[in-house]
Every structure is written in structure tokens, then in C-alpha cells.
């Protein structure tokens, strides 16, 4: 059975709920420098995003505004994504054993219909590191 940690800013959804509050990255590189593979940002997204990475899958339940992530989401993934860089040779630092976390697939669950791009964009932010796929389910909605 595949083991997963949801993240998520639909309302009434389980798993870890992104909000207005998370706050954005600023650009300390610390997650690829010095706390590799850490969030520097003492928020509720930190602990929960080093959590995920222990878990085969992230799924990502989110909707889409102008074909990109919703705009707590957009922030969470942004994090994500740089934490994930982490495991590559990004900052000139030896990168993190991929072996050392269990995430290999991020399932992203779209509430709303979109393009090619959204898809294209998504998988650049975060096909890195110990991500091996990335896939789309998309909920259209009228």
C-alpha cells in the first residue's frame, strides 16, 4: 500500500491544510547551503514538509488560478521545491542521499481544468531530487 502525506488548501480536505499564512520563501538558500534539506522559515509548512519527504508520495490537492497553483499552494510548492534541490549538486554542496528519504512520486490533484503549461510548470519545480514522477488528476468543474 502506498504510503502518503496530503497537502492541501481545499477546504473540509484531510492532511496537512496550507493557508493565506504560509508565508512565502525568501531566498536564504539555507535549505541547500547550511540546514540542507530543511525550511529555514519557523512556520507550520516547515515541520510539516520535512515530514513529507518520509512518505512514498506527496499528494498535492490544490486549485488553479491563471493556470498555476493556488496562491497558498504556489508558496508551499515553491518551499518544496527548493528543498527537494537539496538532493541535487544545486549550491555546490555534496547533494543529500536520495536513499535517506522515502518520496519518490508527488500526485497532484487539480480542482479545475487547465493547460499543458500547468503541467509543464509543476513537473519543473519538482521532478528534482528523490522525485522520480510527477502526475496530474484533474476535477474539472463547471
Known amino acids: 500500500m502506498e504510503h502518503r502525506f496530503v497537502l492541501t488548501d481545499l477546504p473540509s480536505d484531510d492532511g496537512f491544510t496550507v493557508t493565506a499564512r504560509t508565508r512565502r520563501c525568501r531566498g536564504c538558500a539555507k535549505c541547500i547551503s547550511t540546514d540542507m534539506g530543511r525550511c529555514s ?3 507550520d509548512l516547515s515541520p510539516a514538509l520535512e515530514k513529507a519527504l518520509m ?3 506527496i499528494e498535492i490537492r490544490t486549485g488553479i488560478t491563471d493556470s498555476q497553483f493556488s496562491m497558498p499552494m504556489r508558496k508551499a510548492v515553491e518551499r518544496l521545491a527548493n528543498i527537494l534541490q537539496s538532493f541535487t549538486d544545486a549550491g555546490h554542496n555534496t547533494p543529500l542521499e536520495k536513499d535517506s ?9 487539480v480542482r479545475g481544468c487547465t493547460d499543458e503549461g500547468f503541467q509543464s510548470y509543476a513537473e519543473d519545480l519538482l521532478l528534482k531530487g ?3 514522477r510527477v502526475d496530474f488528476e484533474f476535477i474539472c468543474v463547471n
Open 41 to 43: 522559515i519557523e512556520d
Open 101 to 109: 528519504v522515502d518520496l519518490r512520486t508527488i500526485h497532484i490533484i
Open 130 to 132: 528523490p522525485v522520480e
Open 55 to 57: 512518505y512514498d508520495t
